[in-house]
């Protein structure tokens, strides 16, 4: 399996090298923000605050963007989330992506709450991406077992305190693509799975692995990280591409209660419509999640709305679809609604899929759609503040994020 996994990454490498140019510094473009206007210029037209001309020579000045209520990662009902994100330059904006932190701590006022924290820092000339992701988490949350076909109300409540801890760092390899190594830490503490129904996770999933009550599971292992990126900005993509493959290899040596590995590939494609500043424009993302081997727990399974950036599955309920294997596509359509790009609005659909137990077979697919509205927060970092509504058969939501789901 390993010699066959390192086999497709080696046979991929190629297609991300194509028609790549020198690997001296390369300039990325800029956003043109001339006659561009956010809720910063409203603001300080309201209290009569002249605005600045940013140039060039202010590449380590921080764009700041805060929303004072959000639903991104949290869950259903009254919540209490600020999302603050930061966006910065290391180095000049014409060779080096813009950098970004974002800190959303919630608290939903029925036991869940957290304090997470994702990195994603380009140094000069994007010599290097250092990606991290921290989280500090009590999480009851629902699960509907392994694959599809289950009913809604099939569902049972686990609840557990959660720590991660994900660094990678990676070296640009050529002006586009990158490659390196980081750590990847799981730490589930305290899992009550006991509904008081007499019946426990482990009978519920028929999943030996991370399901026994009161028991704490713990994952710890390297990870190989694989990047192309041409977008010079994550919080709000131009056109351009995005792929990223992570082998996860966790071990007993350092740690984990099992040996177990992971592969995630993620493709994105941002598709421009027109040549016109006015947005306009089509993306895709395709991501495929797999457990290569026995031994994952059951929480690090493959599951909708649980990916690295907890970001996909619009219209469905977090944790519904779960399995050895998940595969997942989204499309979504952008249009800037004002020419200044202050107000836009979203159109999108989703598809998932996650294996059967036993088969890794993709057998049900789970549809969802839904529409946004964005509304420009910061033109120098591009953030918009994204309100979304999705549906699915036997669920709807509504989301507030600061920059898009992808």
Known sequence: ?????????????????????????????????????????????????????????????????????????????????????????????????????????????????????????????????IVGDTRLLVYPQYTWGLGGGQSSNNKYLVDYKYVRFYQSALKRITPYFFAGI???????????????????LKAFTNYQFGTEAKKNSFSSGPVINLMYDTRNNSINPLPGWFANIIYRYNMKALGSNDNWQSLYVD????????????????????????????????LNLPAIGMDPYQRSGRGIEQNRYRGQNLLYFETEYR???????????????NINSASQPNSRQFRYFNPAAGAGLRIKFNKKSDT??????????????????LGETF
């Open 335 to 349: 249009y800037d609604l004002t020419n200044n790009g202050l107000l836009g609005f979203v159109a999108f659909a």
């Open 1 to 129: 399996m390993i010699k066959g996994l390192f086999t497709g990454i080696f046979c991929f490498i190629p297609y991300l090298l194509w028609a790549q140019i020198d690997s001296g510094a390369v300039s990325y473009g800029q956003v043109d923000t001339v006659n561009k206007l956010d809720l910063i210029d409203i603001g300080r037209s309201i209290i009569d605050i002249p605005s600045r001309k940013i140039t060039d020579d202010d590449n380590k000045k921080i764009f700041f963007s805060f929303l004072p209520i959000s639903s991104a990662g949290a869950t259903d009902g009254r919540m209490l989330v600020t999302s603050t994100t930061a966006g910065f330059y290391l180095g000049s904006k014409k060779t080096t992506y813009l950098s970004s932190l974002n800190f959303t701590p919630y608290l939903n006022f029925t036991g869940r709450y957290g304090l997470p924290i994702r990195s994603n820092i380009w140094l000069r000339d994007n010599s290097f991406n």
């Open 182 to 200: 980081g750590y990847y830490l799981d730490y589930y503490i305290d899992m009550e799975s006991d509904n008081g129904s007499g019946s426990n």
């Open 267 to 298: 493709v994105r494609k941002y598709q421009s419509l027109t040549n016109t500043p006015r947005k306009n424009m089509l993306a895709f993302w395709f991501y495929y999640w797999s457990s290569l081997s026995s031994g994952t727990p059951y």
């Open 384 to 401: 918009n503040i994204g309100i979304d509504y999705g549906f699915s058969r036997d669920y709807s939501s509504i989301r507030i994020n």
